[in-house]
């Protein structure tokens, strides 16, 4: 009997070993493996950038691999494509210029431009030795006790591609493009620019002598106006400089967003007054001597306090500033339009800002401020009047693009029939037709060729079998008729298209292809292929390919898309906890759709032992139905989060390898907000959150996503006065119920998210007795910048800890930053 006791107990014992979950080390090695430095060596060119010339249909791009960088000129007529140069030969060139040893497969050339004749490329090399500055000699005379001021020697280069003739050019100019306070007319005769907040010019050949030295005292400068104060200025308002900054650079010149008339005898431009909007602050704690304070101004949702912007006209003929009577609604928004919104596809060194329209005519938008109200106006400088050209009407917040205005047609892009979609109107406002329709989103304007009557845009969702989100070009007349597909294929798209609308460069993959790029016509006739991104040194370290899914979202019925990442060690025998990268929109989803090698917050975040998901809500991306995009509207906080739910409810469901009860959750700004708000209404699912620069409290976030995305009730009363009523449910009202892990992290000087928002979380929780962790990164704007690294392995650590289960504490020393740093000193 005592033996069959004993033997009972040594089997109770057994099997209580077994019945012990596995506790599993966090693979710290891996995540390493592919730090930003490491892919920086692993993966290099991943897209053709075309640089398509004026005079012809050729363009040229760069390319990098393993093996170097390589220059190539393609002409789409011919079916050509060429080295530029011989890279060898052209480092050989070069070095008996520069003395500076170079070869082909570490050549570094900068600036590469064609010259107007098209034949003709001009470059930089940065040198070595260092020299005095080129203009020493005026700066010495101007100012004799000025000290010997060094640089790195730059050589400009002139390469004929015709006869492969390398030419040093020693009297080069300095580049006028790096004036970034000089707003230059189309024939460069006029410089706008502000200065101690009023409004100035100047000519060109006075610019000229600011090119080469921005102190010249001999410099002539006309100014235009004198009511200019802080906060009600001309130009712009140096927005991130800490007070001291602000003080020592009030002296320089600053930029004026002014838009051209294509004569430049005119302009027009804003001019928003601040004065009455509240301050806020954020201080530089780690500056020397002292720390010091950043000011700025900062409109919150619902206050009254809001800016003011005026639109202004200018004539240098009548020496007239105007301020245009285009009060619509109360505390409006102004957008006013320039003709170069559309990216242009060519190398110009001087791209003039002009408005849109003609010498007689300029276009804005005006919108109320709960945007439920958009009105597409013309200024009419005959009549010197606003005419209202287009409306639009919603019952929550309008999207809207530019219009594109032709001699005598609009194109305008809405929302009305509750899918993005063009529409052609006659340049009196009228309505001529739809020109696209259908359960599918457009999402922009290519180009419109209006010679040929064809409008070229981009649009997602129209190809049935296909991910919504996948991108193509499509094209279609504006006389009405079908759509025309250009770059078929289910992969997402990126569509480069020529300024004649002849031909485009198409890049297209997956997250689980490799990139490849081609040369098509226009229409979508594929000319020749281009570049196949070569992976084998990625895959040799042991990438593999994320894993795209849908589901369903907790009403059983929208569909949704995300992104599955494993560790790349994966067994599938294991039990994974599973991580959710989120990030709720409305202005995008946090879902890569074509491959990338940004691995930080997915790829490597599952190498510590993870299986990592990102993945789409309804109110999430504007890509889709504006229900679908609207989804949110008036529900900010909580409106995604059943979704993030239901997805590893059903992920779950259909793989034995993930483990719903260690559900974690990561998201940054948006996503740090969500991220908080999961584990506060779905306590008993959600058991670990990383929460970084979190918008908690969106009362103190900026009023124009706020008040767009979850909306801002205008009441008018009996007097017929204005107010606006804003409320919104807060991270801080729900910190009784946290259960779970959860980490915050803001960067202290983050002047977009205040971390006033991550404070008030923190105060609510330790008000309410909860344990949680707080990491401030000092001096940090809201990317975190050279503090992101450190970031990624606290986090690391925290999940490592808490869902693993790993409690082994990691040395003091982060190993896996400091081993890819030279030790120099």
Same mark, same amino acid.
């Given at each position: 009997m005592k033996h069959t006791l004993l033997a009972f107990a040594f089997l109770l014992l057994?099997?209580?070993?077994?019945?012990?979950?596995?506790?599993?080390?966090?693979?710290?090695?891996?995540?390493?493996?592919?730090?930003?430095?490491?892919?920086?060596?692993?993966?290099?060119?991943?897209?053709?950038?075309?640089?398509?010339?004026?005079?012809?249909?050729?363009?040229?791009?760069?390319?990098?691999?393993?093996?170097?960088?390589?220059?190539?000129?393609?002409?789409?007529?011919?079916?050509?494509?060429?080295?530029?140069? *011989?890279?060898?030969?052209?480092?050989?060139?070069?070095?008996?210029?520069?003395?500076?040893?170079?070869?082909?497969?570490?050549?570094?050339?900068?600036?590469? @431009?064609?010259?107007?004749?098209?034949?003709?490329?001009?470059?930089?090399?940065?040198?070595?030795?260092?020299?005095?500055?080129?203009?020493?000699?005026?700066?010495?005379?101007?100012?004799?006790?000025? @000290?010997?001021?060094?640089?790195?020697?730059?050589?400009?280069?002139?390469?004929?591609?015709?006869?492969?003739?390398?030419? &040093?050019?020693?009297?080069?100019?300095?580049?006028?493009?790096?004036?970034?306070?000089?707003?230059?007319?189309?024939?460069?005769?006029?410089?706008?620019?502000?200065?101690?907040?009023?409004?100035?010019?100047?000519?060109?050949?006075?610019?000229?002598?600011?090119?080469?030295?921005?102190?010249?005292?001999?410099?002539?400068?006309?100014?235009?106006?004198?009511?200019?104060?802080?906060?009600?200025?001309?130009? #712009?308002?140096?927005?991130?400089?800490?007070?001291?900054?602000?003080?020592?650079?009030?002296?320089?010149?600053?930029?004026?967003?002014?838009?051209?008339?294509?004569? #430049?005898?005119?302009?027009?431009?804003?001019?928003?007054?601040?004065?009455?909007?509240? *301050?806020?602050?954020?201080?530089?704690?780690?500056?020397?001597?002292?720390?010091?304070?950043?000011?700025?101004?900062?409109?919150?949702?619902?206050?009254?306090?809001?800016?003011?912007?005026?639109?202004?006209?200018?004539?240098?003929?009548?020496?007239?500033?105007?301020?245009?009577?285009?009060?619509?609604?109360? %505390?409006?928004?102004?957008?006013?339009?320039?003709?170069?919104?559309?990216?242009?596809? =060519?190398?110009?060194?001087?791209?003039?800002?002009?408005?849109?329209?003609?010498?007689?005519?300029?276009?804005?938008?005006?919108?109320?401020? %709960?945007?439920?109200?958009?009105?597409?106006?013309?200024?009419?400088?005959?009549?010197?009047?606003?005419?209202?050209?287009?409306?639009?009407?919603?019952?929550?917040?309008?999207?809207?693009?530019?219009?594109?205005?032709?001699?005598?047609?609009?194109?305008?892009?809405? &929302? =009305?029939?509750?899918?993005?979609?063009?529409?052609?109107?006659? @340049?009196?406002?009228?309505?001529?037709?739809?020109?696209?329709?259908?359960?599918?989103?457009?999402?922009?304007?290519?180009?419109v060729d209006e010679k040929g009557r064809k409008l070229y845009f981009v649009a997602n969702g129209r190809e049935e079998g296909e991910d919504p989100y996948y991108e193509h070009l499509y094209s279609v007349t504006l006389d009405g008729g079908a759509i025309s597909l250009l770059n078929s294929g289910d992969f997402n798209h990126s569509s480069e298209i020529n300024d004649g609308a002849t031909f485009f460069v198409d890049n297209y993959s997956r997250v689980n292809t490799v990139p490849v790029a081609v040369l098509k016509d226009k229409s979508g006739n594929k000319v020749m292929d281009l570049e196949t991104v070569d992976l084998s040194n990625l895959f040799a370290t042991g990438y593999q390919f994320p894993e795209p899914f849908t589901f369903k979202a907790d009403d059983g019925i929208t569909d949704l898309y995300g992104v599955m990442y494993k560790p790349f060690d994966f067994d599938s025998t294991r039990k994974y906890p599973i991580i959710e990268y989120v990030y709720p929109g409305p202005q995008t989803e946090a879902v890569d759709k074509a491959f990338s090698a940004r691995l930080d917050r997915t790829d490597r975040l599952a190498q510590f032992g993870f299986v990592v998901i990102t993945l789409g809500n309804r109110g999430g991306h504007p890509g889709r139905s504006k229900w679908y995009h609207n989804y949110g509207y008036g529900d900010l906080r909580d409106y995604g989060l059943a979704d993030k739910k239901a997805a590893v409810e059903q992920l779950a469901d259909r793989y034995d390898f993930i483990d719903k009860s260690k559900v974690g959750i990561h998201g940054h700004s948006g996503g740090g907000f969500m991220s908080t708000a999961a584990m506060l209404v779905y306590p008993d699912f959600f058991k670990v959150a990383v929460s970084s620069a979190g918008n908690h409290d969106n009362s103190v976030y900026n009023r124009w996503w706020s008040e767009k995305h979850h909306g801002v009730k205008e009441q008018i009363n009996a007097k017929g006065d204005t107010t606006f009523i804003y409320q919104i449910d807060k991270n801080p009202e729900l910190a009784k119920n946290l259960k779970g892990r959860l980490m915050l992290s803001h960067g202290s000087t983050d002047n977009n998210v205040h971390p006033a928002n991550t404070t008030r979380m923190a105060n609510a929780l330790i008000k309410a007795g909860k344990r949680f962790e707080l990491v401030v990164l000092p001096d940090q704007r809201h990317g975190y910048g050279d503090m992101t690294e450190y970031f990624f392995w606290k986090m690391g650590d925290y999940f490592v800890q808490h869902l693993l289960g790993d409690n082994t504490p990691p040395p003091v020393d982060m190993v896996e930053m400091q081993r890819d740093k030279p030790l120099t000193k």
């Open positions: 057994f099997q209580n070993a077994f019945s012990q979950e596995q506790v599993y080390s966090g693979n710290y090695e891996l995540a390493a493996r592919f730090s930003p430095e490491k892919m920086k060596k692993l993966v290099f060119s991943t897209r053709v950038d075309p640089h398509w010339l004026k005079k012809s249909d050729r363009f040229w791009y760069e390319f990098e691999t393993s093996n170097g960088k390589n220059w190539y000129i393609v002409d789409p007529v011919r079916k050509t494509k060429n080295q530029l140069f *011989d890279t060898d030969k052209l480092a050989m060139e070069i070095m008996k210029i520069t003395k500076d040893p170079v070869d082909g497969q570490h050549l570094k050339l900068e600036d590469l @431009k064609f010259l107007e004749d098209e034949n003709t490329i001009k470059f930089k090399v940065k040198g070595t030795e260092e020299v005095l500055k080129k203009d020493w000699d005026e700066i010495k005379e101007k100012n004799k006790s000025a @000290k010997d001021s060094l640089e790195k020697k730059t050589f400009v280069f002139h390469y004929d591609i015709g006869n492969q003739q390398l030419t &040093e050019i020693t009297d080069a100019p300095k580049d006028p493009e790096r004036l970034s306070w000089a707003n230059i007319a189309p024939d460069s005769s006029k410089v706008l620019f502000a200065k101690h907040n009023n409004l100035y010019w100047m000519d060109k050949e006075n610019f000229l002598k600011a090119v080469k030295d921005e102190k010249d005292s001999t410099i002539v400068e006309h100014q235009l106006t004198e009511d200019g104060e802080e906060n009600f200025e001309y130009g #712009s308002s140096g927005r991130g400089e800490d007070n001291e900054e602000t003080e020592k650079n009030k002296d320089k010149r600053k930029r004026a967003g002014a838009y051209w008339s294509s004569d #430049s005898k005119q302009f027009v431009m804003t001019r928003t007054d601040q004065r009455k909007v509240k *301050d806020l602050w954020v201080i530089h704690s780690t500056k020397n001597p002292r720390p010091t304070l950043e000011t700025y101004k900062y409109a919150m949702p619902g206050e009254k306090e809001q800016p003011i912007t005026y639109l202004l006209h200018y004539s240098f003929d009548t020496e007239e500033l105007s301020n245009l009577p285009v009060g619509t609604f109360k %505390d409006q928004s102004l957008n006013v339009y320039n003709s170069n919104s559309l990216e242009s596809s =060519r190398d110009d060194d001087f791209r003039p800002v002009t408005w849109l329209g003609d010498m007689d005519e300029f276009y804005f938008a005006v919108t109320s401020r %709960d945007l439920k109200r958009v009105d597409i106006c013309r200024w009419n400088l005959k009549t010197n009047e606003k005419e209202v050209v287009i409306e639009e009407r919603s019952n929550s917040y309008i999207d809207f693009l530019k219009p594109e205005i032709l001699d005598n047609e609009i194109i305008w892009w809405s &929302e =009305r029939d509750g899918w993005g979609h063009f529409y052609l109107y006659g @340049k009196d406002g009228s309505f001529k037709r739809q020109l696209t329709s259908g359960a599918f989103h457009t999402d922009r304007v290519a180009r």
